[in-house]
């Protein structure tokens, strides 16, 4: 036994280190000599909040509050800013728990989509790291506002601060790409997107890369300068003594951005008049159960496209059209400060009673603002009423994304004659329609016409 020690560990010796411990554990690591073991580094963790895209259409977004505080301890999950998009005010939860260190985009301050808004660390110890972060963050806006310098010692001033602390370089994936295929060090570009963010430009430019300039583009450069008095044009109107310039709300830049998009849709019109005293007897039926006039216009109009798939179509390439699988009605509906489309989904297989609810419902929303973006952008029909203001009629924009949209005005009493030339009074309201005629044509609107007026003037299937 001894001897089979012995062979397996030689630089123990049990007869004279038994009683020196300090001897015996230099044996032992003389005999297992210790593998070197590097501690992992501990690194800061302080993440960017970020401005979300709130909806497809929207480009940059305004912070209405903050619901929590610097300081704030958040849990992942917890609601921390309210962020005003181009439809909605909605709620900005966090992905990550830990502590709000810095708010860089303070309230009342918009901000594009995808630059940080706030920071968060995890804890303590990093928040003063955080703040330092913020202030490099939040003075880049300010430098592309101010005066430009006139001597190189001031142009090297606004520099300082980023060796006032380790400030966290931030650049697009792509910049990164190419920095690291020309051997750019990133941390010495300056960027100038977003919030000091690096461009692939600005790699470009410290690399010593320029485009050139197409010599098409060389020759046609001074064309604009004879046509620079018509560019002048829209300013060169007078000042009204007295007037005031109010600035669009983020809701209006949307509907702006809409209405000027829907301008490249060659678009045609049909107008129909349809008899309305059937539906007027239904509506004082169903009145005191909580249905509307719209949510009738509404579920006619969708029982009508079930019949028409092609009014309920959209062209979003120009060169095909979808036909859409859910009848998804769009409605016009007046706020505060501008105007929203909640939608009514799957209005053809709703009943009337459950249409009115769910209508109650996205018109308190819309009004508090607070509209989720698939009750606002999911519409495939669009449905505008002023016949509650005595409209008789009147033509609306098609907005983009959809195929068709239908005004309709006033119902009032009319003069009529049957075939035999007898005269009597009906209630008529006009209907017009706006489509896209690259996908609907005059036939495809007249016939859907003619089933929506036939539903209208025979009601009793809209409560089945």
């Given at each position: ?46 993440r960017e909040i970020f401005m979300p895209a709130l909806s497809s259409t929207m480009t940059e977004g305004k912070i209405v509050s903050w619901t929590k505080s610097e300081g704030d301890v958040l849990s992942k999950g917890e ?112 960027g100038t997107g977003a919030f000091g963010r690096i461009t692939p430009e600005d790699v470009e430019k410290a690399a010593g890369i ?255």
């Amino acid at each position: 036994m001894a001897s089979l020690l012995h062979s397996k560990s030689p630089a123990l010796s049990f007869s004279s280190t038994i009683s020196s411990p300090s001897s015996l554990r230099s044996s032992v690591a003389a005999a297992f000599p210790a593998r070197p073991y590097k501690l992992p580094a501990v690194q800061s963790k302080i993440r960017e909040i970020f401005m979300p895209a709130l909806s497809s259409t929207m480009t940059e977004g305004k912070i209405v509050s903050w619901t929590k505080s610097e300081g704030d301890v958040l849990s992942k999950g917890e609601s921390v800013v309210v962020v005003e998009s181009d439809k909605a005010d909605m709620d900005v939860e966090t992905f990550y728990g830990g502590i709000l260190a810095a708010i860089v985009v303070n309230e009342g301050e918009t901000a594009p989509v995808g630059a940080p808004i706030g920071l968060l660390a995890e804890t303590e110890d990093e928040i003063a790291e955080a703040k330092i972060r913020a202030k490099g963050q939040s003075a880049t806006p300010k430098l592309e506002t101010s005066p430009p310098a006139t001597t190189t010692s001031e142009a090297a001033a606004p520099a300082a601060p980023k060796v006032a602390g380790p400030i966290k370089i931030v650049a697009t994936p792509y910049a990164k790409k190419l920095a690291k295929q020309h051997k750019i060090d990133i941390n010495k570009v300056t960027g100038t997107g977003a919030f000091g963010r690096i461009t692939p430009e600005d790699v470009e430019k410290a690399a010593g890369i320029t485009k050139s300039i197409p010599a098409a583009t060389a020759v046609a450069a001074p064309i604009p300068s004879a046509a620079a008095p018509a560019k002048a044009s829209p300013t060169s109107f007078p000042d009204i003594p007295g007037s005031t310039v109010v600035p669009f709300t983020t809701m209006q830049i949307a509907v702006s951005k809409n209405m000027m998009e829907s301008l490249s849709v060659p678009t045609f019109r049909v107008g129909y008049p349809v008899s309305t005293n059937a539906l007027d007897a239904l509506y004082e039926k169903v009145k005191p159960k909580g249905v509307t006039m719209t949510a009738l216009l509404a579920k006619a109009a969708a029982m009508a496209l079930a019949q028409h798939p092609v009014v309920n179509a959209t062209c979003k390439d120009g060169k095909s059209f979808t036909y859409n699988s859910s009848i998804n009605i769009a409605v016009a509906v007046a706020i505060n400060g501008g105007l929203i489309t909640p939608v009514l989904q799957d209005a053809d297989k709703l009943d009337l009673y459950l249409l009115s609810q769910k209508w109650k419902e996205l018109v308190d929303k819309a009004r508090a603002k607070q509209l989720q973006p698939h009750e606002y952008n999911s519409g495939t029909f669009t449905l505008s009423n002023l016949g509650m203001f005595g409209v008789d009629r009147f033509d609306a924009i098609l907005p983009p994304g959809q195929g068709a949209i239908m005004a309709v005005g006033a119902s009032k009493p009319t003069v009529v004659s049957d075939s035999e030339g007898f005269f009597f009074v009906k209630n008529k309201m006009l209907v017009n329609v706006t489509a896209d005629h690259r996908i609907i044509y005059g036939a495809d609107l007249a016939a859907f016409l003619q089933t929506f007026s036939k539903i209208v003037e025979n009601p009793e299937s809209l409560t089945m």
